[in-house]
């Protein structure tokens, strides 16, 4: 499978504000934020910060209503169409099988049903689904239907691909496997990755960079350079590093107090 190049994406000052009858929301307060291309991105912060907000944004789903976001030298004005994009739930059509689920991404765009069915095929075997191709979405496990909507979402080889906490509704051993899964794929096929968690242990294990967020209004609280080698298995959680940099993310949300200090032995 050929693959593009991934994309720079510059969030510059972007402000988000909800008008309500009891007064306007401020989502996101001018957040600012230079990603390489091909960099793995995760957004971590407590809920009502606006990690979703700012991906929606991101894909122009939702008009900021301040600052500017440019994406491959793009500015982002309108719905952003050359991604990728995979939330929490699945969205699948139940009334089609695995692979006219994953289809439905060519077919959307008008693209050579033939030649994207080869590719289908093909994420389908790399991510182990290919003897449950002619299912439907209600015969799958959870985990399984995620991996049907991570496929579609990449079935375009898009650049930059948005995720937010897809594995968040999953069990704690699917979710490790799918971790795995998407730092393979990711790692096979570099792509811009905008990763959206509430977990500090899959933002530190998956990323290049994890962008904490404070409580909202969302800003930036800082951001951390995750310098661990790749591949990362699940091994390295248990390492000294992976403690150091779990441990120095908790205390920022101990300040923020979203989490509870930790007790003095």
């Not at 500015?75 to 994009?85: A, F, Q, W």
């Not at 069915?117 to 979405?137: Q, S």
């Not at 990449?154 to 490790?176: I, N, Q, S, V």
């Not at 990755?193 to 294990?205: G, K, Q, R």
């Amino acid at each position: 499978m050929e693959h593009r190049h991934a994309v720079g994406v510059t969030i510059d000052r972007v402000s988000q504000v909800f008008p309500g009858e009891s007064g306007d929301l401020l989502a996101l307060d001018e957040f600012s934020l230079d990603i390489a291309p091909g960099e793995f991105v995760s957004l971590l912060g407590p809920s009502g910060c606006g990690k979703s907000t700012l991906l929606l944004a991101l894909a122009g789903l939702q008009q900021h209503t301040g600052g500017r976001i440019v994406i491959g030298g793009r500015p982002v004005d309108r719905p952003y169409t050359d991604l990728g994009i995979v939330f929490q739930e699945p969205f699948l059509l139940e009334w089609r099988t695995v692979t006219g689920n994953v289809m439905l991404q060519a077919e959307m765009r008008g693209l050579d049903t033939r030649r994207f069915l080869a590719k289908t095929e093909a994420l389908l075997e790399r991510v182990g689904l290919t003897p449950f191709r002619g299912l439907r979405p209600y015969q799958l496990s959870g985990g399984m239907r995620q991996r049907v909507s991570i496929c579609r979402a990449l079935l375009h080889d898009p650049p930059l691909l948005l995720m937010d906490e897809p594995f968040g509704a999953l069990d704690a051993l699917t979710r490790d496997e799918l971790n795995l899964e998407l730092q393979g794929i990711w790692l096979r096929s570099p792509k811009t990755v905008v990763f959206v968690t509430h977990s500090i242990a899959e933002a530190v294990l998956l990323s290049d960079r994890v962008v904490i967020m404070s409580p909202g209004p969302g800003r930036i609280a800082e951001v951390i350079s995750i310098a661990l080698p790749r591949p990362r298995g699940l091994d390295m959680r248990e390492t000294v590093e992976f403690g150091a940099y779990a441990k120095r993310i908790r205390a920022i949300f101990t300040a923020f107090g979203v989490l509870r200090p930790e007790p003095v032995q």
